[in-house]
């Protein structure tokens, strides 16, 4: 459309300048004179015109390319060694030069407001694929682990799995995940313990973190194994396996079950029956997490009665 606009007002002026050409001719014939041949543009720099201007309506991002190295930079030198200029081609190149300014800046414009577009609306995605592929590597290493020292300590290597499950509020792969693990670590003779590290807070729930914080107070021993609050998996797994029940508004006799299960686990800590693994960390996490859980279940359990 741009294109044919610049041709149809080509054209037009070109025939103002015929039909001036044509009338000049007549009266020149009627004095008896010799007919002469008006110009009004230079061919060179009219060439360089078209060609700018239709690279100009073509493309854009080529057009500034073009501007920057090779076409309008020859036009302009073209123009500023040229002998002598109509004033046609010097008006052509002033609306080429003031059109480039406005391509140009509307291009650069356009191109910031879209970066900044997709920063603000691509974070979210961004940092949601970072923790599933954290989750996926550290559901890897729980795999190895588990074949190293299988034999030795009872494993489960889906805690991560249904901690990211839990965050992203799919509670119910959350609980079949958690459930499965209670079942198979609730009476086994040695267990695996979860670093709570301060980048796994992003997996944790406020409740986690806070008694995590609050045993980092209350009990220095735990400062000593690099300075990091360790928690069972069985714990974290009856955690985790409560919250979802309360959120699924599980009937009492689930919760009766679970509560159940936090009894053992919390004689279990009593007679302190750990792994030499586990040797250098504290249950303080562990206790006060098992509290809690039991606490809620009680709650939620009379309300319902």
């Known amino acids: 459309m741009h294109i044919m606009l610049v041709f149809l007002a080509t054209i037009y002026g070109l025939g103002l300048a015929e039909l001036y050409q044509s009338v000049r001719t007549a009266v020149l014939k009627q004095q008896q004179q010799q007919p002469q041949f008006l110009s009004i543009f230079t061919t060179k720099l009219f060439a360089y015109y078209l060609h700018v201007k239709y690279l100009a309506v073509k493309n854009c991002c080529q057009f500034r390319q073009t501007l920057s190295s090779d076409e309008f930079k020859r036009y302009e030198i073209c123009i500023s060694n040229g002998p002598q200029l109509f004033i046609s081609d010097v008006l052509l190149f002033l609306s080429v030069r003031q059109l480039l300014k406005c391509r140009c800046k509307s291009v650069w414009l356009i191109s910031k407001r879209s970066v900044m577009n997709a920063k603000k609306c691509n974070t979210p995605e961004l940092v949601e694929l970072l923790q599933k592929s954290a989750v996926e590597h550290l559901t890897a290493y729980r795999q190895l682990v588990a074949q190293d020292i299988g034999s030795v300590v009872t494993i489960v290597t889906t805690d991560f799995e249904a901690l990211y499950a839990y965050k992203c509020t799919n509670y119910q792969q959350c609980l079949q995940l958690c459930t499965r693990n209670v079942h198979t670590l609730l009476y086994a003779g040695h267990m695996l313990i979860v670093p709570t590290y301060p980048v796994f807070n992003q997996l944790m729930d406020d409740d986690i973190v806070s008694l995590t914080a609050l045993t980092l107070l209350v009990n220095t021993e735990c400062r000593h194994w690099m300075g990091v609050v360790c928690i069972f998996q069985l714990t974290l797994s009856l955690y985790l396996m409560t919250q979802c029940q309360l959120r699924l508004h599980h009937p009492v ?49 009379n309300a319902l009665l």
């Open 253 to 301: 006799v689930s919760l009766a079950q679970t509560l159940d299960y936090i009894k053992v686990a919390q004689r279990r800590l009593s007679a302190d029956t750990r792994s030499t693994l586990n040797s250098a960390t504290s249950t303080t996490l562990d206790q006060l997490t098992l509290k809690l859980t039991e606490s809620k279940l009680k709650t939620n359990a």
